[in-house]
């Protein structure tokens, strides 16, 4: 089983829609969880962090459910822009590889 | 404000050449971190730096060797390069665990 899991799509959606993506990870003593967003031919940039609480960066909320180990990210209003693949990212401070990424999700939207 | 410096940006290589890819950050983190990327396989981690002076093998370090120069730098060499090693190349860098990485643009390295 894969540290991290994710679907990877795609996902195509329109102009306007709302989108969710799920993780899932494997070890339960994990402690920090981010979202990372890769443009096409780019390195993976730093979307959001994922706290216990939930938390909402604009058109972007991110939740964590330590119980069921999983982590989801909620786009609402797609933009054109928003085309990327979207990577899980997963740590845990007694490793020194301290985080682990996901495959990545594909998110398309069409215009 | 560089962040994480790469060079080069692109390689061609014949099977059998040498190179090494070299990595910058300016951000005083202790971890730096190489990764290549290939379709579909998401990203792999071939060598890690926890702090100067030490380095670790990932899940795919073979025909691989690395280098911490110094605090700054972490240099990636392939001895004797194979068409299998054609992929992105990604050197990152992080803080501590709750701070992420911050990756590099990449290197593009083509083995004929």
């Known amino acids: 089983r894969k540290e991290v899991e994710q679907d990877p799509g795609p996902f195509n959606v329109p102009e306007g829609a709302t989108v969710a993506f799920n993780c899932t990870y494997s070890n339960s003593a994990s402690q920090s969880f981010f979202w990372y967003r890769q443009d096409c031919r780019k390195e993976p940039k730093l979307l959001m962090s994922v706290y216990s609480s939930g938390n909402e960066d604009g058109r972007f909320t991110a939740q964590l459910n330590r119980a069921s180990q999983y982590i989801s990210l909620l786009i609402r209003d797609s933009k054109l822009s928003d085309s990327a693949t979207y990577l899980c990212?997963?740590?845990?401070?007694?490793?020194?590889?301290?985080?682990?990424f996901g495959s990545g999700t594909q998110l398309t939207v069409l215009p | 404000n560089a962040g994480v410096t790469q060079t080069p940006k692109f390689q061609v290589l014949k099977t059998g050449q040498s190179m090494t890819l070299q990595c910058a950050q300016d951000?005083?983190?202790?971890?730096m971190y190489w990764y290549r990327q290939d379709p579909g396989m998401g990203l792999r981690l071939i060598y890690y730096?926890?702090?100067?002076?030490?380095?670790d093998k990932g899940e795919v370090p073979n025909g691989y060797n690395v280098s911490r120069l110094n605090k700054r730098e972490f240099s990636l060499r392939l001895e004797s390069a194979a068409p299998s090693q054609t992929s992105v190349y990604f050197c990152a860098s992080g803080a501590r665990v709750g701070y992420g990485y911050t990756f590099g643009s990449g290197t593009r390295l083509t083995v004929v």
């Open positions: 990212v997963v740590g845990y401070s007694g490793s020194a590889r301290q985080l682990t």
């Open positions: 730096s926890a702090s100067e002076g030490t380095t």
């Open positions: 951000m005083n983190h202790n971890s």
